[in-house]
């Protein structure tokens, strides 16, 4: 059974930093890139970096140069390290992989907050 596991979300003040995590089992970590999306309250999801097989990344223009993804393959962990963080990043973030289409996602987490106060 595929797990995906976030944590590492809570209440930040803006321009704090945050570490999120994805623990992941059930399939085989290292040859599927990776994704992390966002879900703001009341808006829909948002693609925020997609982290490829070998740790090449990509992010969305509203959080380049404030967001790192990597992976780490040998214990099957995404991670995304969140700096310089805005009350706009508040959201709730997934890990997710296997696009099928637009932001629906094969497998996604149940997601961990982020707040970022002013």
């Known amino acids: 059974e595929v797990q995906l596991v976030e944590s590492g979300g809570g209440l930040v003040h803006a321009g704090g930093s945050l570490r999120l995590s994805c623990t992941t089992s059930g399939f085989t970590f290292s040859i599927y890139p990776m994704s992390w999306v966002r879900q703001a309250p009341g808006k829909g999801l948002e693609w925020v970096s997609d982290?490829?097989?070998?740790?090449?990344?990509s992010y969305t223009d509203l959080v380049k140069g404030r967001f790192t993804g990597f992976r780490d393959n040998a214990t099957n962990t995404l991670y995304l390290q969140m700096d310089s963080l805005r009350p706009e990043d508040t959201a709730v973030y997934y890990c997710?992989?296997?696009?099928?289409?637009?932001?629906?996602?094969?497998?996604r987490g149940q997601g961990t907050q982020v707040t970022v106060s002013s």
């Open positions: 982290i490829n097989i070998d740790g090449g990344a």
């Open positions: 997710a992989f296997l696009r099928r289409y637009g932001m629906v996602y094969e497998y």
